[in-house]
Every structure is written in C-alpha cells, then in structure tokens.
C-alpha cells in the first residue's frame, strides 16, 4: 500500500514536471507569437503610412491640375474626393490596426498571466507531491529499524 502510494506520487510529480515543461513551452510560443503580432502591426502601420503619404502627393498633384484648366477641373475634382475616401479608409485601417494591436497585447498579457499562475500551481502541487514522498520514505525508514530491532 505504501509502496503503490510511492509509485502513485513519483507518476504525479513526473505529470506535473510534464505540465510544467508544457506551460513554459506554451509561454515561450505566446511570446514568439506576440513578437510576430508586433512585427505584422509595424509594417502594416508602415505600409498605410507610405499609402497615406503617396495619396496626399496625388492630392497635392490634383489641385494643381485644377488650377490649370477649366476642363480638368471635373476630373481633379472627382479624384481629389475619391482620394480623400482613400485616405479616410487608410486612416481608419491605420487606427483599426493599432486598436487591434492593443488588444492583441492584452490578451497576450492575460495568457502569460494565467499560464504564470499554472506554473506557480503546478510547483506547489510538486512541492506537496514531494513531501509527501520525502514522508513516506521517511515512514518506511522507520518501518524497516523497527523491523531490524524486533528480530531475534
């Protein structure tokens, strides 16, 4: 009996330290996956900045066209709201872009949180798991000198 408890608590700490690796694995994936989150935000931040300013250039470039003819004045001025649409819409991916960065962050922050509070669980149910072994071996110590002494 004492000796399956043993085996039991040896089979629970050897899960646990399983646990443990697979939590600190989990962690590190968490980490690389948010240093590639950061990198994806920055150049699309970098690429609706480069779309923005190639925009306000075309702006720029309709204006004077309508300052240099009554008849292109139609088409600058359609293209000049079309652009406008086009940098409202690179704005609003640009502002969307780091909403969704903030909440890529949290949430990253949060699993690292809970996976923080599996380890800690996890070492202490070790911590317990080994006591209880250090005891039992302890128990069996006493065992075997009280079986020793009592023999003729």
Do not use: F, G, V, Y
């Not at 004492?2 to 690796?21: C, F, N, P, Q, Y």
């Not at 359609?78 to 780091?98: F, G, P, Y």
């Amino acid at each position: 009996d004492h000796k399956d408890r043993e085996e039991a608590d040896r089979a629970t700490l050897a899960e646990l330290e399983d646990e443990i690796r697979a939590a600190e694995q989990r962690l590190k994936d968490s980490e690389q996956q948010q240093k590639r989150a950061a990198k994806d935000h920055k150049d699309r931040e970098e690429a609706d900045r480069a779309t923005l300013a190639e925009l306000e250039d075309e702006i720029r470039a309709a204006e004077q066209r309508l300052k240099d003819s009554e008849q292109q004045q139609k088409r600058a001025a359609k293209d000049h709201k079309d652009r406008e649409e086009a940098i409202r819409a690179a704005e609003q991916r640009l502002k969307d872009s780091e909403q969704q960065q903030k909440r890529a962050a949290k949430d990253h922050k949060d699993r690292e949180e809970a996976d923080r509070a599996t380890l800690a669980e996890l070492e202490d149910e070790i911590r317990a798991a080994e006591q209880r072994l250090k005891d039992s071996e302890a128990r069996n110590q006493r065992a075997a000198k009280e079986h020793t002494d009592r023999a003729p």
